[in-house]
């Protein structure tokens, strides 16, 4: 039998539990791992952790297998961890890699499995080839338990939400927020999240944050759709100015103003970039993946910062991050990363700077945006994701390289980019985008207009001409 092939894509691998992410098949990318890490010639640690999905524990446990009985060291993080734990810590404990067991905002049935490299952010995309390139057609599982391996001296037990929730209190003035006259609302979407907020913010009205594997059947992604619970809670409850929401593995973001509309990945990037130049006098180059809103070009070209546009994939933006002077980098996803911190997307860190932001100024977030579109003009973002069979998805990818759209019902388009999907320009200045996802059978379909009926318009005629 024909071993299944196993591929990361944008953001790891991620299979459906039981169907292609299995005990055997972690296995044999732990083992890949192993063999990549002996190939440098040192004595490789890896930090190694999962999220709140179902078998977490057991995967975890199958990966320190496989690099213990290898000869590799393992720092376990014992309980449930976020992605920006593991990368803090990978940088921490010099470690050579990190692994964290989680498929992010995917749908519940599905895990797994991300790699972090020793700067404390994604691995590059060299890395993860490499490691990819050497994924065995078979493996034996070691018998031993951690425990054994521990006793060897190749096991060590961390705890990272301490760690975390520590330099989080050398980031932030706590005291000043928790007396805060905005309260916040948090949901972590029964995500990794949840004890690092209830622990900072005990004043915080907190949503979904316990643990269910099964997310009441909805994906944990930190989409506006998904968190009508949370736009209610905070245009409800008076006190409530801000609400915060943060995805399975707690390293993307999504956000509400005081009468519960959500703010977008691209208005937080705005915000974010705003901030820190415009406030606490800070500079360098803002990176951004391809579906990012251009409007983040005219805030930089505002505020003479350079901007770098990367293929979609945080990992792309996290390795100009190690090498250069990056002072916001981002996704259309809502996984951000900004300087003073990891080159590492964490929608806890990002929504606190944001909170930190009111707070310093006295602004609400509607305030704050309105200081945005002073610069920039104002716009409105959605994005319609179709789940469709790869075949079908292709073609219309395909379609779309080869020039096959003239336009999508009324709107004509002057400029086409196909760094990575196809982005049109529109004449009205708005913008249309086609990509395959790299994780799921679905085709994402972005659109920015000059208001929230045109960017439902654009998105139906783009929908009817694409089906």
């Given at each position: 039998m024909t071993p299944d092939k196993i591929k990361f894509g944008t953001d790891g691998w991620r299979a459906i539990i039981a169907q292609d992410f299995?005990?055997?098949?972690?296995?044999?990318?732990?083992?890949?791992?192993?063999?990549?890490?002996?190939?440098?010639?040192?004595?490789?640690?890896?930090?190694?952790?999962?999220?709140?999905?179902?078998?977490?524990?057991?995967?975890?446990?199958?990966?320190?297998?496989?690099?213990?009985?290898?000869?590799?060291?393992?720092?376990?993080?014992?309980?449930i961890i976020s992605t920006p734990m593991i990368s803090m810590a990978t940088l921490e404990f010099k470690a050579q890699q990190g692994v964290v067991i989680t498929a992010s905002h995917n749908p519940p049935s599905y895990n797994g499995y991300k790699l972090k490299g020793e700067h404390g952010g994604p691995?590059?995309?060299?890395?993860?080839?490499?490691?990819?390139?050497?994924?065995?057609?078979?493996?034996?599982?070691?018998?031993?338990s951690v425990?054994?391996?521990?006793?060897?001296?190749?096991?060590?037990y961390v705890n990272l939400e301490e760690m975390y929730v520590t330099y989080l209190q050398t980031k932030f003035d706590f005291a000043a927020l928790n007396k805060s006259p905005y309260k916040m609302a948090y949901d972590a979407m029964f995500g990794a999240g949840q004890n690092?907020?209830?622990?900072?913010?005990?004043?915080?009205?907190?949503?979904?944050?316990?643990?269910?594997?099964?997310?009441?059947?909805?994906?944990?992604?930190?989409?506006?759709?998904?968190?009508?619970?949370?736009?209610?809670?905070?245009?409800?409850?008076?006190?409530?100015?801000?609400?915060?929401?943060?995805?399975?593995?707690?390293?993307?973001?999504?956000?509400?103003?005081?009468?519960?509309?959500?703010?977008?990945a691209h208005h937080i990037l705005l915000l974010l970039i705003h901030y820190l130049h415009k406030y606490k006098g800070m500079n360098g180059k803002v990176v951004i993946a391809f579906s990012v809103t251009d409007r983040v070009r005219k805030m930089c070209?505002?505020?003479?910062?350079?901007?770098?546009?990367?293929?979609?994939?945080?990992?792309y933006i996290s390795e100009i991050m190690t090498h250069e002077d990056v002072l916001v980098g981002g996704e259309e996803s809502g996984g951000i990363a900004v300087k003073g911190h990891i080159p590492e997307r964490d929608g806890i860190y990002d929504g606190l700077l944001v909170y930190e932001f009111m707070n310093s100024t006295g602004k609400t977030m509607k305030a704050l945006i309105e200081e945005v579109y002073a610069v920039v003009g104002a716009f409105v973002y959605d994005r319609k994701d179709l789940h469709i069979e790869n075949d079908k998805?292709?073609?219309?990818?395909?379609?779309?390289?080869?020039?096959?759209?003239?336009?999508?019902?009324?709107?004509?388009?002057?400029?086409?980019?196909?760094?990575?999907?196809?982005?049109?320009?529109?004449?009205?200045?708005?913008?249309?985008?086609?990509?395959?996802?790299?994780?799921?059978?679905?085709?994402r379909i972005y659109a920015e207009g000059n208001s929230k009926e045109e960017t439902a318009d654009i998105l139906q005629d783009v929908i009817k001409e694409v089906l």
């Open positions: 299995t005990v055997y098949n972690v296995a044999r990318v732990s083992k890949a791992l192993a063999d990549w890490l002996l190939q440098k010639g040192r004595s490789p640690a890896v930090v190694v952790g999962h999220d709140c999905r179902f078998g977490g524990e057991l995967f975890t446990e199958v990966v320190t297998k496989v690099l213990c009985a290898n000869g590799i060291k393992v720092y376990l993080a014992k309980g691995s590059s995309p060299k890395i993860i080839a490499a490691v990819e390139a050497l994924i065995p057609d078979d493996v034996t599982i070691p018998t031993e425990e054994y391996w521990k006793a060897k001296g190749l096991v060590e690092v907020v209830r622990r900072l913010l005990p004043g915080a009205v907190l949503l979904h944050c316990d643990l269910n594997p099964g997310f009441h059947g909805q994906a944990p992604e930190p989409l506006d759709k998904n968190l009508q619970e949370l736009s209610k809670t905070v245009a409800t409850t008076p006190e409530v100015k801000i609400g915060l929401a943060t995805d399975g593995d707690a390293d993307r973001i999504g956000l509400y103003d005081e009468e519960g509309n959500f703010v977008d070209e505002a505020y003479g910062l350079e901007v770098e546009v990367t293929p979609v994939g945080f990992k998805k292709n073609a219309i990818i395909e379609k779309a390289h080869a020039g096959g759209y003239a336009k999508f019902g009324k709107y004509d388009f002057n400029k086409v980019e196909t760094t990575d999907g196809v982005k049109y320009h529109l004449d009205n200045g708005g913008w249309i985008m086609l990509r395959a996802s790299g994780t799921e059978p679905l085709l």
